[in-house]
């Protein structure tokens, strides 16, 4: 005589309101996000995702199997205390999908070892006049099955692809860096960005330059997250991606950020840029990982000279606006160098030029007889002051990068010398022009072409002659 099978037994899932917008795409989903959380706390084997022979699909988890009481669930413990390893938190997820599947005529059977759960509307127990949706639960088919098989009969191959496409995982997305908040990825030409968190898409991004995937979730992340799942506004998720770019050493970040600084004055920039210190930052980035120098428009056209020596020089351009321009002064790179814009290259350059500096002894007679009248020269100057260390004779000077042209006389004050072209040592009065020129600088502090060194200088040169510094 055989045993008699265990009776079947029906359990209220208690669900009071269907989410009408949901399509089976949306059941599905979490139907496949139960899986791979279960999968993520187990340790185990990859979900299965199949159709059989007879047209149902499968979708199969490794873990230790869905029991029943899992449906009483209002928040899970465990998932609770793994929240960067799964994606959802809520007992509701898997009722609401048993819901909405059942509403939209679809068959499901929830097999696993603890026993096999089907689903039926029924009078709720104790008040037959009260019908409800139920989960009648049956002795297992098989009791050494592994982990959950979930099968839905009346899904077509279009819902489940359209399921898969939520998530990360299926959409093949490209990493393009990794912080301890969540991956950044390349957005795909043909679509949106998505924000994904903890792998399951959130939202849709028009204006951004990059998807993302976060796994660490801010307060309002988890309380938008509750049980929708879907259309999450900005606002949850904001602070987060500003987060995740401002932790990026990605140079292919920093590249896609800079190239969309220079669309800023078009209005045609990713959203990303509008935030200024993710801007400053993609800065930051770029000018450690590449030769860059940050420029504006209108340094373009107005410097010519350092351009085009900069652009000879193998150095990259990166043309942003006035207004993140001024905040690049006193700007340190990644490895604490200072960001190069124009005014930092032309220190930079300055500093590697080489002068062929001549001794005195190798001078000719006459340009040693002219040489040695600096003093004099310098006594109309009131003599060369402390500011002044040393003088010196140059086969070769470095070109001013603005005009091009290459000087006959230099002032560097950083080492408190001034520099003399050899060719000057042509006449008394070259030297002499030349050497009060750069005395001027010295004295005063001013650049060409300011009012105090025009003045000051006038007013030496009217002192200077050739005879009188002979005498």
């Not at 959802?88 to 759960?117: E, N, P, T």
């Amino acid at each position: 005589m055989m045993p008699q099978a265990a009776a079947s037994r029906n359990f209220d899932l208690n669900i009071e309101e269907i989410l009408e917008g949901w399509e089976i795409c949306h059941a599905v989903r979490e139907v496949i996000a139960n899986a791979l959380d279960e999968q993520a706390l187990t340790g185990t084997k990859e979900i299965r995702i199949a159709k059989d022979s007879a047209g149902a699909w499968h979708v199969r988890d490794y873990g230790r199997g869905l029991k029943y009481e899992h449906l009483t669930q209002n928040e899970n413990a465990e998932k609770l205390r793994n929240t960067q390893k799964v994606i959802g938190k809520f007992g509701v997820g898997l009722k609401d999908a048993l819901g909405v599947l059942h509403r939209r005529g679809v068959d499901v059977v929830v097999g696993s070892r603890h026993g096999d759960i089907t689903l039926k509307r029924a009078p709720k127990h104790g008040f037959a006049d009260v019908v409800t949706l139920q989960a009648v639960i049956s002795p297992p088919a098989d009791p050494w099955l592994v982990g959950t098989d979930l099968i839905l009969r009346g899904v077509s191959e279009a819902d489940i692809e359209t399921a898969k496409a939520f998530f990360l995982k299926f959409s093949g997305g490209e990493i393009l860096d990794e912080t301890q908040y969540g991956q950044i990825l390349r957005r795909a030409s043909n679509q949106y960005a998505r924000i994904y968190a903890n792998g399951l898409r959130v939202a849709e991004e028009e204006g951004f330059a990059f998807s993302y995937n976060i796994t660490s979730l801010t307060a309002p992340m988890r309380k938008a997250l509750n049980r929708e799942r879907t259309n999450v506004g900005r606002a949850a998720y904001s602070e987060r991606v500003k987060t995740m770019l401002l932790a990026s050493t990605s140079g292919a970040v920093a590249a896609t950020l800079a190239d969309n600084l220079t669309q800023i004055e078009q209005g045609t920039n990713c959203d990303e840029v509008n935030w200024t210190d993710v801007a400053l930052h993609a800065c930051r980035v770029l000018s450690a990982s590449k030769k860059a120098v940050f420029v504006t428009a209108s340094e373009r056209t107005a410097e010519p000279g350092s351009i085009d020596h900069a652009i000879a020089d193998g150095y990259q351009l990166v043309t942003v606006p006035q207004s993140i321009k001024d905040r690049l002064h006193d700007l340190k790179d990644l490895e604490g160098k200072p960001v190069r814009d124009l005014e930092v290259y032309r220190q930079e350059w300055a500093r590697s030029f080489k002068f062929k500096f001549i001794p005195r002894e190798e001078l000719t007679a006459d340009e040693r007889r002219i040489f040695d009248l600096w003093p004099k020269i310098a006594g109309l100057a009131e003599g060369l002051r402390r500011a002044v260390r040393e003088i010196k004779i140059s086969e070769v000077m470095r070109p001013d990068l603005r005009s091009n042209l290459e000087p006959v006389g230099l002032w560097e004050p950083d080492r408190q010398r001034i520099i003399i072209k050899r060719s000057q040592l042509r006449s008394i009065d070259a030297v002499a022009g030349t050497l009060l020129h750069e005395l001027v600088h010295a004295q005063t502090g001013s650049g060409d072409v300011t009012r105090e060194f025009e003045e000051a200088l006038t007013d030496l040169l009217g002192k200077v002659s050739a005879r009188a510094i002979e005498a």
